[in-house]
């Protein structure tokens, strides 16, 4: 299977970015979604990637809309890739007012910076 380049190291940071916002420790986020500790830990580490499962699970515990936090995910992932001059591998997914619109992968890097910063995402600690 195809792996989406960087995407274990960014949702590695974002989990434990809310995961510190909504002061849970590892055994307790696991408790809330049903999993173990060492699984938190492995998706903080960037050795699991989680299963569809898994991130609605997450979302719920977060107290976000399962497509908030996949945006957010999303979003994080093209500023890193940015960052880093790796080309996305897809479209982006830009969702504002309820509205899903696919952006170029291909669009420059100037463009994509102002995509990027129009997004109307609220992060986990909203």
């Known amino acids: 299977m195809k792996v989406i380049p960087n995407l274990s190291t960014v949702f590695a940071g974002f989990l434990l970015e809310c995961r510190n916002k909504h002061d849970y420790s590892k055994r307790k986020l696991a408790a809330r979604i049903g999993c173990s500790r060492s699984h938190i830990a492995f998706l903080e580490d960037g050795t699991h990637l989680p299963t569809i499962n898994t991130v609605m699970l997450l979302a719920e515990a977060f107290q976000m809309a399962p497509a908030v936090f996949q945006a957010e995910l999303d979003a994080r992932l093209q500023a890193f890739n940015m960052e880093t001059s ?41």
């Open 86 to 126: 790796h080309e996305p591998p897809y479209p982006s997914m830009d969702f504002q007012a309820g509205n899903v619109r696919v952006t170029s992968a291909r669009a420059g890097k100037k463009n994509a910076e102002e995509t990027l910063a129009q997004r109307v995402i609220p992060s986990c600690d909203q």
